[in-house]
Nanobody, 125 residues
Framework: QVQAVESGGGLVQEGGSLRLSCTVSGLVFGDVNIGWFRQAPGKEREGVAC????????TYADFVEGRFAISRDNANKTVYLQMNNLKSEDTAMYYC??????????????????WGQGTQVTVSL
């Protein structure tokens, strides 16, 4: 059974940084593309960033504006999302999950049973 686990969220002030981590079990981690998604209260889940299986192709949502960086360490079966210059509008629950595509298609929210609990990111003014 594929299962994602996210960690690293927290409370930070605007302009601060956080690094989120993601592990996915139940599959060959190095064979899959991984996406980060987020969902704010009252809003739909949206794609944030995705990375291909080899770690060489990354894609970001427009709202990231160069502030975030996705990376992966296949030896340790972990994908990271480094978030810098955080804004209050980045407040959301953040999730990772395998995605079938890379590029902008990889930012589409997939149908999946592998969604984890997420990790909460709260950015205060």
């Amino acid at each position: 059974q594929v299962q994602a686990v996210e960690s690293g969220g927290g409370l930070v002030q605007e302009g601060g940084s956080l690094r989120l981590s993601c592990t996915v079990s139940g599959l060959v981690f190095g064979d899959v593309n991984i996406g980060w998604f987020r969902q704010a209260p009252g809003k739909e889940r949206e794609g944030v960033a995705c990375i291909d299986w080899g770690g060489s192709i990354d894609t970001y949502a427009d709202f990231v504006e160069g502030r975030f960086a996705i990376s992966r360490d296949n030896a340790n079966k972990t994908v990271y999302l480094q978030m810098n210059n955080l804004k209050s509008e980045d407040t959301a629950m953040y999730y990772c999950i395998p995605v079938a595509f890379i590029g902008t298609r990889g930012l589409r929210v997939p149908e999946s049973n592998a969604w984890g609990q997420g990790t909460q990111v709260t950015v205060s003014l």
